[in-house]
């Protein structure tokens, strides 16, 4: 489980370094295409529909920061917890 955990924030890391968007962004844009509405959007999903409601208007470094924080506290506690160290 913790290889999983760990793959997913490298995952998240890189899509922030190289300011790509989700595979499931990019599948979502061409089954909406395909769709009657052609109801395609810019941006990303998360942009698109919680952005607003969720996200203070923060720029991409801060972004980059926080989630490179995030990796950080879950590697930590990654290698606490695999070593038991006190």
Known sequence: MG???VS???FALV???FGWY???TTL??????KGAS???YAGSFISHYVHKIVYL???GTFIFIATVLLIGVN???YLKKSHKWK
Do not use: K
């Not at 979502?28 to 295409?33: P, V």
């Open 28 to 33: 979502e844009y061409a089954l909406r295409e």
């Open 8 to 10: 997913g924030l490298l």
């Open 38 to 40: 052609g109801g395609a």
């Open 57 to 59: 208007d923060v720029s």
């Open 15 to 17: 899509i922030q370094v």
């Open 3 to 5: 290889i999983l955990h």
């Open 22 to 24: 989700c595979p499931f």
């Open 75 to 77: 590697l930590w506690l």
